[in-house]
């Protein structure tokens, strides 16, 4: 039966509405990135407006001991870690035979991936190949164009990419030839550069992946929905003190390094680390045994910073709420990271690195503050200025609206081609 507030548009009459899969690299039960947090969002938010949607996460088989599923619309494909070709994005036939089963036995007509990784390219061709099965990407970082992690930072030197070549990539990576890289690229688009569309959380993305090939016109930038919506629970500032809080991934790559060179700027000067508080959240696990060496000397070093730990996504509006900003000092392009929602969703403007998809997100002198690429000192300028409280009432006046998982929802219906007719009820599941 088909919902009583979708109807399809632009198909046959008789077929009814899709039934739609979320395809993810992971599930949230696993792992906590971006992009399978955006993925689970967008499922439930589909849910939540009538459209019949199942969630579908690739799970490592010596894992599957920790996946936990909500519903019995959950699903989970297992693969083999060591069986994975991570340069040409291959695993084996039975991750798609897995994919194609489920598909089959749920009837669903549209599959929308968030990722390939782990799945294998060739998982998406088979689903592509599946009959009146349309398939669209959702593109959340740069895996498909640099082998680098999908960074875009070179290898060596560590500074941004501004551009995939052959010759470029093969400097990265000597041990590989330029017709591999070639050949790398030839393999992505062939198995999605036909899918029947593309989408991307910010217009910087959206652009890189039109000019490496994807077709323009069949690109939508959708706005990354947070999944809890709740309303800001600021309280006055009781003190001189400002407090900045980073929330992520502790690597390299998120400039938790530019954080620990501002603090020794601010250590330096008595009266700003009396009034300055740099509050870190996040999982230290992983690191080099030299970063975790640093971090650590820091932390007794500066009494004004502190490691709150890992955190849980349902606490994060709790703990954004308790920071007066929220620090993104990425030393990638980013896209439209989760982090800057969620902290405009708890009235937190962002002070971040000014290029990619953060300089999109976040107006500078707007909803928040720009500094240069892993400059310590260009940090504490903008923290300067981000300890006023005239700047402060500025900032929060400039907060856009953060959208939810449901009205996101809507919007990849109007990408889909699925018209969710109004007046609509949004009740949770």
């Known amino acids: ?17 899709p039934k739609v899969a979320v395809i993810s690299h992971s599930h949230p039960s696993l792992s906590k990135g971006g992009a399978e947090i955006s993925a689970y ?10 459209v019949d949607a199942i969630y579908i996460g690739a799970c490592a088989s010596s894992t599957r001991h920790r996946l936990a599923f909500a519903d019995e619309n959950e699903f989970a494909v297992f693969h083999d870690a060591e069986r994975y070709d991570h340069f040409y ?5 039975s991750v798609s035979d897995q994919l194609v089963e489920i598909l089959t036995r749920e009837g669903v007509t549209l599959a929308n991936f968030h990722h390939f990784y782990h799945l294998g390219l060739g998982t998406l061709r088979a689903v592509k190949a599946m009959p009146g099965m349309r398939t669209y990407l959702t593109i959340h970082e740069f895996l498909a164009i640099c082998q680098n992690h999908g960074q875009m930072i070179t290898r060596q030197a560590r500074i941004l990419c501004e551009g995939a070549s052959n010759e470029a990539c093969a400097t990265c990576f000597p041990e590989h030839l330029r017709s591999q890289f070639a050949m790398r690229r030839d393999t992505m688009l062939d198995s999605f550069g036909d899918f029947d569309g593309f989408v991307s959380p910010s217009r910087f993305l959206a652009d890189r992946f039109t000019d490496w090939g994807l077709d323009a016109a069949r690109m939508s930038v959708i706005e990354n929905g947070l999944l809890a919506m709740a309303e800001p629970i600021r309280k006055p500032k009781r003190d001189k003190s400002w407090t900045f809080g980073f929330f992520g991934q502790i690597n390299p790559f998120k400039g938790v390094d530019v954080l620990l060179d501002v603090a020794d700027l601010i250590g330096a000067d008595k009266a700003l680390a009396s009034s300055m508080r740099l509050r870190i959240h996040g999982n230290l696990i992983g690191q080099t045994a030299e970063f975790t060496e640093r971090f650590e000397k820091s932390l007794k070093t500066h009494p004004f910073l502190s490691y709150a730990g890992a955190y849980d996504n349902r606490s994060v509006h709790r703990l954004m709420s308790e920071c007066d900003y929220v620090v993104i000092p990425s030393k990638w392009w980013e896209n439209s990271p989760v982090v800057i929602q969620e902290a405009f969703g708890a009235s937190a403007p962002v002070i971040c690195t000014g290029i990619g998809g953060m300089a999109e997100k976040v107006p500078d002198g707007v909803a928040g503050l720009h500094f ?4 310590a000192a260009d940090l504490l300028r903008a923290l300067r200025l981000a300890a006023d409280p005239n700047n402060a009432a500025v900032l929060r006046a400039g907060l856009p609206p953060v959208i939810s998982a449901a009205e996101m929802a809507r919007r990849y219906c109007g990408a889909f081609g699925i018209e969710v007719a109004p007046p609509l009820l949004e009740a949770a599941e």
Do not use: K, S, W
């Open 41 to 50: 969002a967008l499922f439930r938010g589909l849910r939540q407006i009538g």
């Open 89 to 93: 994005h291959l695993a084996p036939r």
């Open 372 to 375: 240069r690429l892993g400059d």
């Open 1 to 17: 039966m088909i919902p009583a507030n979708v109807n399809l548009v632009g198909m046959e009459a008789g077929r009814g509405a």
